[in-house]
């Protein structure tokens, strides 16, 4: 089992708590979302507990790139959310635990633990925050983790049943489609073609050719990336209103 809080004190009480209960080990306890990406990379607990409330990377970010592992872990969310917004959890039969954590409560949340599918974590998230969407999106090359920023992201490109990213620091395969991330990141993606998700903030211009075909130049990059017909005149609005 591993614990993720970024207060020491609620690690420390979960870890006690966790000792007297029978057959359940903590194997480590971290601080932020992003080091309890690496410690399941390399201790492949069977169980996360998971704040949701954590600078830098959320507990609801870290659980969607959990999700995404050849074999996640269940996730416990432990939170400070009062009664009301518990009803969200409840709805969509997701693990949880308010804080202050109960013996009890955690001992049956652990006999109950399941991973989460990416509907529950969708659902769940919008109690969390105005804005749940994710701050990076992760990457695994030779069975590593790498997690870009979001504001890095120049644009995303389909590429046959994945979706290249590219970046300021280059590019990389993910899963998905744009359709899915068009709409996770809108406003701050404009799909221009079939094929491109654009971020807004790193378009530099909307230019034309002699044969009348439009295209994009995004900063950094030299090499144009086409317009579809009918997203011409949306793109013309979007920048003109910039």
Not at 27 to 53: F, H, K, S
Not at 100 to 108: A, C, G, H, M
Not at 174 to 181: A, V
């Amino acid at each position: 089992m591993l614990i993720v809080d970024d207060e020491r004190h609620a690690r420390e009480r979960l870890d006690r708590l966790v000792g007297e209960l029978p057959d359940a080990l903590v194997l480590a306890q971290c601080g932020t979302g992003l080091e309890a990406l690496r410690t399941v990379e390399e201790l492949q607990p069977a169980v996360v507990l998971l704040d949701i409330r954590m600078p830098g990377m959320s507990g609801i970010e870290t659980a969607r790139h959990l999700a995404t592992f050849p074999a996640p872990p269940a996730v416990i969310f432990t939170t400070a959310y009062d009664e009301y917004a518990m009803e969200a959890f409840d709805a969509q039969a997701v693990g949880y635990l308010l804080k202050p954590v109960r013996k009890e409560r955690l001992e049956k949340a652990l006999r109950q633990a399941s991973r989460l599918t990416t509907t529950q974590l969708d659902d769940v998230a919008e109690p969390e925050s105005e804005d749940s969407r994710r701050q990076h999106v992760a990457v695994r090359s030779r069975n590593e983790l790498k997690l870009i920023p979001i504001k890095d992201v120049l644009y995303f490109r389909a590429d046959q049943k994945y979706v290249c990213v590219h970046h300021v620091d280059g590019e990389d395969l993910i899963d998905g489609s744009l359709t899915e991330l068009a709409d996770e990141f809108a406003p701050d993606f404009a799909r221009i073609h079939r094929s491109y998700l654009v971020a807004i903030g790193h378009l530099e211009a909307l230019e034309r050719d002699a044969a009348g075909r439009h295209s994009v130049r995004v900063r950094g990059q030299e090499e144009l990336l086409p317009v579809g017909r009918r997203q011409v005149s949306d793109l013309k609005r979007l920048i003109t209103s910039r």
